[in-house]
């Protein structure tokens, strides 16, 4: 059965797609079998963000290792049982038809709550909530006491996560890796960062997630999402010498891979 890996929360601008492309691509490059999906509907970021790639490579010659991109399949309505969900069906369809000849598949869950999203969290066996990295963010997870900074309870997409857990166990599944994501980690603030950390290490321990350092902001992610490219392909398409900022970001990817402790997957990009 393949491992499949759910990038979600409920906020936009957190860079889901990115981690999405790079987590993807990063698994392909090192050999692994990658099926994809994206469960946005209405953005499909990550899907346009493979459809550039695909135009990208095609027109420059190129035959880079890629992630296994399929669209939800169409349900026939009448095939239906009284009280079926269309789309769970298509979720269902979908990865039915990767998990037998995947190592790994990779879905993007929109920055809103749906019905798709509510069934891919149920799917994950490994969990990444980017996050950027600020107490205005932070609420995707907790509520917070604006007086303290105490977290005074999870918030509703963290109910989400335990409903899905919930789930799991009853279906006898293995329990779900879930890691929050640090994304745009900046240099300055220092003291805001510290807070922000510290907020996310005692919430981690009472609901249940890890926190893994992300990708820091970066001009070369807007840069790549036009050709489809990620990090790890900087180097076949022409660009011999990498600045500092670049290698950076490599070591970021790399020990975002690393942490997720994936089944068989060492990271030695």
Known sequence: ??????????????????????????????????????????????????????????KAGLDLPSPDYRELPDV????????ENPFDQRLTAAVSALDPVKDFIVIDCPGSHTR????????????????????????????????????????????????ARQLRAQAGLKPIDWIVLRNRLGAQAMHNKKKVGAALEDLSRRIGFRVAPGFSERVIFRELFPRGLTLLDLKDTGVEQMNLSNVAARQELRDLINALRLPAVTAAF
Request: no cysteine.
């Open 1 to 58: 059965m393949a491992h499949i890996i759910v990038v979600g929360n409920e906020k936009g601008g957190s860079g889901k797609s990115t981690t999405s492309m790079h987590v993807a691509t990063a698994l392909a490059r090192m050999g692994h079998r990658v099926g994809a999906m994206d469960l946005d509907l209405r953005q499909r970021s990550f899907g346009r963000y493979v459809e550039n790639r695909r135009a990208f490579l095609a």
């Open 76 to 83: 026939d309505e009448p095939s239906l049982v009284d009280g």
């Open 116 to 163: 798709l999203s509510q069934v891919a969290h149920s799917l994950a066996d490994t969990l990444i909530t980017p996050l950027n990295d600020s107490f205005v963010d932070f609420d995707l997870l907790a509520r917070i006491d604006p007086e303290s900074g105490k977290v005074k309870g999870p918030s509703i997409y963290a109910e989400m996560v335990w409903g």
